[in-house]
């Protein structure tokens, strides 16, 4: 068979690339390792969350943002290094992507029929100066469905394209070697894998039943990255995190491995950025578990107190929901892998939300009937199996208890009731009054001014210790691995570049695998929402670039 492309990859950017070059009449060859039953790959177990710029539901809500607000907290947090030469190309797709999320990114979704939850969320909101780290507005904008809905509309397109006879997708078929021909790439050469039923996101058999080789004008590889693949995780951190978690739970399925890229880069292309990571510090195992250390990230309002493993408050702006990689380097620097929260029932039941679709039925369903009950009294449904069968969770009447339990799930005494009792006490008389010196409180004061948090997102200010709004809660949090920022590097039409800078022959990324822009585009930290939101505008402008590259 004769193709012009092929994409190795079938999660959220390689359907998206796929989508593009089938629009502009281009043959594709799909090739993924996995069952049928993974088409989508990892985005379809996320939350949905994108990041846009001055939308109408932001301009609903009372929040104003704009272009220069975005770009300026995008400066703040990427923190880029001067004319470090592995960030050239990442500061454009920066650039590029910040200007697409303001001008076109909704409009685009919308009109392949993607909507939007109407009460934007506001993630990673720094606590810095101005023009540092994080969101300076609320920007999460979740998407209806979650991650199946944003996958729908180009898992639809490519289904169509498969009937027409433009896309060929084969699954179970394993990339080992990108084939070349005068230090250009001209085809891929792999393993069949024997035919598998596991269900989504469950490990699949390994065993090779056959050989293959395929040729085409050009190689697509969109197959994420490394969150699964712990030894490679550890290998890669950067010191600037302290020292690599000796334990940690996965956010993404086992076979988010990083393989292909090793491979790309054997074929000539550049590996940048190898040590930025995203990882989250609020993860729990999951009591129901789907893959190997399945790990569920908690998404929290900031009320909750955050204490490390030896039951010491950590000090601003370590606050829930602020910063990710800052709280990441202070729990690393106790000696521990693991931290807790305490709070109330009061909090949980308005701001635990889990990311991830199967943990937002209701969401992901589309049902505004749910919803709805999100605001009655306690917990959402999976929220409380957790509680009730998590083994990261004590819920107890009084702090003793409670700190009896915490001391339990871990095995040892770290934890001093005494102290705790005397930092929480100490918390709550701030409440006495509509002014304090805890920053903590004045930044979950000021978070409910905006109306979304008010509504559904941060519960009323109060005491932690007063029994009418107990009982307690206790959650050990487990560093929870996740995205992979720097990958190989590619310039804005998707071509990936070699050592000295030029383009190889034949070979393009998209998505988590070029750290979803040029080989980093985030530089150190996130914004959050714009993970997805990567693998969309790079599958989308690689596939339209490379469309127009081959009718030339």
Known sequence: MNFDVIVVGAGLAGLVATTELTDAGKRVLLLDQEPESSLGGQAWWSFGGLFLVDSPEQRRMGIKDSYELAWQDWLGTAGFDGDNEEEYWAKKWAEAYVRFAYEEK??????????????????????????????????????WGTGPGIISPFEKRVREAISEGLVTYKPRHRVDSLLTNNNGVTGVGGSILVASNVERGQASSREVIDQFEFFSKAVVVTSGGIGANHDLVRQNWPNRLGPPPLNMISGVPEYVDGRMMEIAEKAGGRLVNKDRMW????????????????????LPGPS????????NRFPAPNFPGFDTLGTLKAIQDTGYDYSWFILTEKIIEKEFALSGSEQNPDLTKKSIKQVLKRILPGPTAPVKAFMD?????????????????????????LLNYESIEKQI????????????????????????????????????????????????IAVRLNILTRKTLGGLQTDLGGRVLNSEGYPVPGLYAAGEVTGFGGGGMHGYRSLEGTFLGGCLFTGRETGRALAKELSE
Do not use: C
Request: proline residues 4%; charged residues 30%; positive net charge.
């Open 106 to 143: 909704r409009a685009w979704l919308h009109e392949k029929g993607v909507r939007f939850f109407p009460v934007v969320g506001w993630a990673e909101r720094g606590g810095y100066l101005a023009d540092g780290h994080g969101n300076s507005v609320p920007r999460f904008h979740i998407v």
């Open 279 to 298: 990882h989250y510090t609020e993860g729990i195992k999951n009591w129901d578990p789907i893959w190997k250390e399945h790990g569920i990230r908690i």
């Open 304 to 311: 909750s107190i955050w204490l490390d493993a030896e039951g």
């Open 389 to 413: 069968k998590g083994e990261d969770f004590v819920v107890a009447s009084n702090l003793k208890e409670l700190v009896e339990g915490m001391n339990k799930i871990t095995g040892n005494s």
């Open 425 to 472: 006490i100490a918390r709550d008389r701030e409440m006495d009054n509509k002014f304090t010196k805890d920053l903590q409180i004045t930044a979950l004061r000021g978070s409910r001014h905006y109306i979304g948090d008010r509504l559904i997102r941060v519960a009323a200010p109060h005491k932690i210790l007063d029994s009418k709004n107990g009982p307690l």
